[in-house]
């Protein structure tokens, strides 16, 4: 098997919408990210942050951008579309990487209230824990 382009999706929620509640959100959603799946920030191809219209403190990308070795990862951060009734203070992300793994050893992160998005995968009902 050669290599792949592979998106790895996750999503979490933030507490409130303030610069340290998305910050802790988003360092805990990357770190779930690095630590299920062989990520080595040369081989993402982009990753996509969007969050929720009740989110405006701070870009999760700029959060993203202070990681080691992610300064050169193309990053974009877009604003969710709003369906009444739906997650609030939401944040989610797509990393579309390069990777020899099958998407059997892809593993996408729902933490918090974000468990509640894809209960039919089996990681959106463990805690996850650094």
Known sequence: ?????????????????????IREAVTELLDALE???????????????SVTRDL?????????????????VPLLDVQQMHVEGSLERCIRCLIQINTLEPLTAIHHPYLRQA????????????????
């Open 1 to 21: 098997m050669g290599w792949k382009v592979r998106a790895i999706r996750g999503a979490t929620t933030a507490s409130e919408n303030s610069v340290e509640a």
């Open 35 to 49: 630590s299920l799946n062989p990520i080595d920030p040369d081989d993402i191809v982009s990753a996509t942050f």
């Open 56 to 72: 405006d403190a701070v870009f999760p990308a700029a959060i993203a951008r202070e990681r080691p070795h992610w300064q050169n």
């Open 115 to 130: 468990k509640a998005l894809r209960p039919d995968w089996s990681i959106a009902t463990a805690p996850f824990s650094p």
